[in-house]
């Protein structure tokens, strides 16, 4: 799916109160979900927005109309060694009380999952009880987030591998004379889709709006950015990765133009 076709649906999609999901098309990613057919497996491609996508459109949506939106404590519905479910009310001042429901899979799931439990449930509990209030909701992708495609994606390549403890796993790792920095990312782009073109370009066109500079200023300011965000330069991003700091940046920009000179 190019990015003219993620447009083409976002423009598609409805207006949502004060704001238009084409507002926040740099939160939206292009990810392939497999459907066993008659002709055997096939991948079709649907637009998810991340999170913090839906949050910045929800507070862009309530502050245009000076409205309250408010996000209840998590309730906790199942908590065991095998997952942990967690459910969060949002209440809006304009749209009433939607509810999301989200699972961290302790087995099975992906990394993420198994070391940051509680985080991974309440944000996604929070898209969905977003989506279901309206935002991010394109026509054929459901309830899920990006974040939540892209975990799944994760989820599934771990469980189609061997079981092996994480100890073993990084002493394999560690002590193997092949294992080189370029190994590791190159492993670790195997399991994350790398940012794409059109990111790159929409992050260095950001950051020279922002700050300036000829293209080595903007190369290395970028990377300095990702270095303090993920520990790794640009050139080792992952979509996803570039999509949440696009975001950043993005809402860096809004409030920037948006200031009194």
Sequence with gaps: MTREEILQIVRATPNFGKVTHEEFADYVLALGQRKKTEDGWQTTEHPYMTVDGKLAMANQDHARLAKRLDFGPPQVLVDNDEQLTLMVSVTSEMYGTRHGIATSRRLGGSEIERLFPWEVAETSAIGRALTAMGYGLFPGSGLASA????????????????????????????????????????????????????????????????????????IEGLDKFFLESFKHGINEATYEEGARLTGQLLAELRQKTSQPH
């Excluded at 100890?167 to 889709?193: F, I, M, Q």
């Design 147 to 218: 974040d939540d495609m892209l975990r799944a994606s994760q989820g599934s390549s771990a469980e189609r591998r061997p079981a092996v403890e994480p100890e073993r796993r990084a002493a394999s790792v560690t002590n193997s004379p092949r294992a080189t920095g370029n190994e590791a990312r190159t492993t670790y782009a195997r399991a994350h889709p790398p940012i794409s073109p059109v990111q790159r370009n929409k992050l260095v066109e950001l950051w020279r709006v922002l700050h300036g500079g000829d293209d080595d200023a903007v």
